[in-house]
């Protein structure tokens, strides 16, 4: 008897919360007053006062539904999604029948916080309302769909171990207004964004990273490059020479916004040059990216010949030194929608862009995509939440090392406006590790740089990865993806060329390279070694991978026709000086005999093996004895 009375009761509380009605008709005069001052103050986006005087109204009226839903809406804006939740579920229990118009909202700040299960019922709901007006069926189907993807993608993209923490990059940085389009040099110790100075003007500014690994206090950057008009949308070059960036209404201009560069000179940026009409249009161009060897240019566009929105672009550097014809990267990557924010990582095959019209959480997401061994890319991926949310997303870029990265966003402890953070990207979305050489190429007996052609092949594919040429004194930077073993060959006309190779397919140090980098005159008794020629142990065939330096030494002959060379051969002290003797002949042999299937007259070549008799190392050592093991050139006649 106790139990069924007990039953009746909660039935009969259930009945009382059905019949529970919301009437704005009978809401307390002095909670009404309230609430139109908090409007007025949302008016002015006032909404941290505005909320405060809406809470006031409930202590008032406690049943006052529409205070706890502009409550709710507000915390909505300020992107406060669980005090948002909390005040949308606390005026569904006070009428649920009045809340259901309200469903679409409380959806999308589910959506804020991750609860994407949660946000598609609560948009099932809405879309159950009947006679929905044509605007509000498609404003919620949209969110299904970006729903009902997040769910998808959180099946099948498992990430249990990752954490997403970004790190507010500090004062020294970041300030009231608004900082953003972050982006770095190679060896990730120079910074260089965009901020906004005042209401318009936006300009550069840079920062170093100093040795207690904090960024000093970020300054306007020197030279010419900054005005009273708006340049934004930059990208450094990774050797810090070259900056490309986006100017708007600038006299000069083809279009709204044009793309120009400016180079780093002994007094600061060079005053800045319009890329010229290939690349700008009556249109829109921005959002530049240049590839580690700075050989290629990726960029948005809105011109007339895209797929819709803005696509991306490239366009490659010519002989002559200026950029050529822009070539769209096709419907795998654009869409009807816009395409932006490309960003070419320093291993030259990882592109991040942000997209509104590939499947996604909603507005702007980032997405990531893989250049193969021919040149094509990958179907783009979403780099998934909570890296991508519901808000629009903008440019992202991540260091060398693969894992660094950053980016701009207005959270909630940003110091005014948009700030910028850095974070560590989730392993399946991160670009290939990547180290690094550079140095200087000089002439060896003069000690005069010289500019000259810096080439990086893949080893195993015999593709040249990248190709670089130096400045006018010699220096160069070229990036390294670890995976592979490189070879490495620097060529100026009247030299011997100079060749190294780096191995990471077996395991990928953590150090990068300083190389500097002697020339050899093409004169009578210059001598090389040849460091990418392959042998297996005590064999005399070439391996595969030697014909990436072959094949350059025979170009040498070819470019030099009255070239006459000697091939030697060496080995180190281990086994019988005899055996040694006869494997350092027969190695330099065969790489005359390379070259001569290749059309190069026999009279021109000559081989010798000196077997362990000219170590240039210990051969205490492994290191020393591999060095010992090699093949030289040696110049018999110019």
């Not at 307390?28 to 002015?44: F, M, R």
């Not at 941290?48 to 409930?58: E, G, P, R, T, Y």
């Not at 009247?494 to 191995?503: K, V």
């Not at 990418?532 to 002959?557: A, C, H, R």
Request: with cysteine; glycine share 8%.
């Amino acid at each position: 008897m106790q139990r069924l009375c007990t039953s009746i009761a909660i039935f009969l509380l259930m009945i009382s919360s059905v019949n529970a009605q919301f009437d704005p008709n009978k809401v307390d005069k002095k909670a009404a007053q309230l609430y139109s001052k908090a409007l007025e103050l949302a008016q002015g986006d006032e909404f941290v006062k505005s909320i405060q005087v809406l809470k006031d109204a409930i202590k008032i009226d406690p049943s006052f539904e529409d205070a706890y839903l502009s409550i709710a809406g507000m915390y909505g804006q300020l992107k406060v999604y669980d005090s948002a939740i909390l005040y949308y579920e606390k005026a569904r229990s006070i009428d649920a029948s009045y809340f259901q118009d309200y469903n679409l909202p409380y959806s999308i700040n589910l959506a804020g916080k991750g609860r994407f299960e949660d946000a598609l019922h609560a948009v099932d709901t809405f879309l159950l309302i009947p006679n929905l007006n044509e605007s509000s069926v498609k404003a919620g189907s949209y969110r299904k769909k970006t729903y009902e993807f997040a769910i998808d993608y959180a099946k099948n993209n498992a990430a249990s171990s990752y954490t997403f923490a970004p790190k507010n990059l500090g004062d020294s940085i970041n300030t009231e207004t608004s900082e953003y389009y972050p982006t770095l040099t190679i060896d990730g110790k120079q910074l260089i964004f965009t901020r906004r100075v005042d209401h318009m003007n936006e300009d550069f500014f840079g920062s170093d990273l100093g040795k207690d690994d904090k960024w000093d206090k970020a300054k306007l950057l020197a030279g010419n490059i900054n005005s009273n008009l708006n340049e934004g949308a930059q990208n450094i070059s990774l050797d810090g020479k070259w900056l490309v960036f986006t100017g708007c209404n600038f006299p000069e201009g083809y279009g709204s916004c044009d793309l120009y560069i400016s180079y780093l000179t002994p007094t600061g940026w060079s005053f800045p040059e319009n890329l010229g009409g290939k690349i700008n249009t009556e249109g829109w161009e921005s959002a530049p990216s240049l590839s580690p060897d700075k050989r290629d240019l990726y960029f948005a566009s809105r011109r007339p010949d895209g797929y819709g929105g803005s696509d991306i672009y490239v366009c490659h550097l010519l002989p002559n030194g200026k950029f050529g014809q822009p070539e769209n990267l096709g419907p795998g990557i654009n869409t009807i929608g816009d395409e932006s924010c490309p960003f070419i990582h320093p291993d030259n095959q990882t592109l991040y862009f942000t997209s509104n019209g590939h499947p996604g959480y909603g507005d702007d997401d980032l997405f990531v995509t893989r250049k193969g061994p021919k040149g094509q890319w990958s179907a783009p991926k979403n780099l998934g939440y909570p890296i991508n949310t519901i808000e629009k997303e903008g440019s992202l870029v991540i260091s060398a090392d693969g894992k660094t990265a950053y980016y701009a966003s207005d959270r909630s402890d940003s110091k005014g406006g948009l700030d910028l953070y850095t974070f560590e990207m989730r392993n399946d979305v991160r670009p290939v590790k990547t180290l690094w050489v550079k140095g200087k190429v000089f002439d060896a007996k003069t000690n005069n740089g010289l500019p000259s052609a810096v080439e990086l092949t893949n080893l195993t594919t015999r593709e040249v990865v990248s190709k670089v040429q130096t400045d006018e004194t010699g220096n160069y930077l070229i990036t390294l993806p670890i995976g592979r073993d490189y070879a490495f060959n620097v060529n100026r006309k009247g030299y011997l060329f100079y060749s190294e190779n780096f191995s990471f397919v077996e395991k990928s140090p953590d150090s990068t390279y300083n190389i500097d980098i002697p020339l050899q005159p093409l004169e009578a008794n210059a001598s090389v070694v040849l460091k990418n020629i392959f042998f297996d142990v005590n064999k005399t065939d070439l391996k595969p991978e030697s014909q990436v330096e072959l094949d350059n030494l025979v170009q040498l002959m070819k470019d030099n026709p009255t070239l006459k060379i000697q091939i030697n051969g060496h080995t180190d002290n281990v086994g019988k000086a005899a055996d040694n003797l006869k494997l350092s002949n027969g190695r330099a042999e065969s790489v005359v005999a390379y070259i001569t299937s290749k059309g190069i007259k026999e009279d021109r070549l000559s081989s010798k093996g000196f077997g362990a008799t000219q170590p240039i190392a210990t051969n205490d050592t492994e290191e020393g004895k591999a060095q010992n093991r090699r093949t030289e050139l040696t110049v018999i006649a110019k």
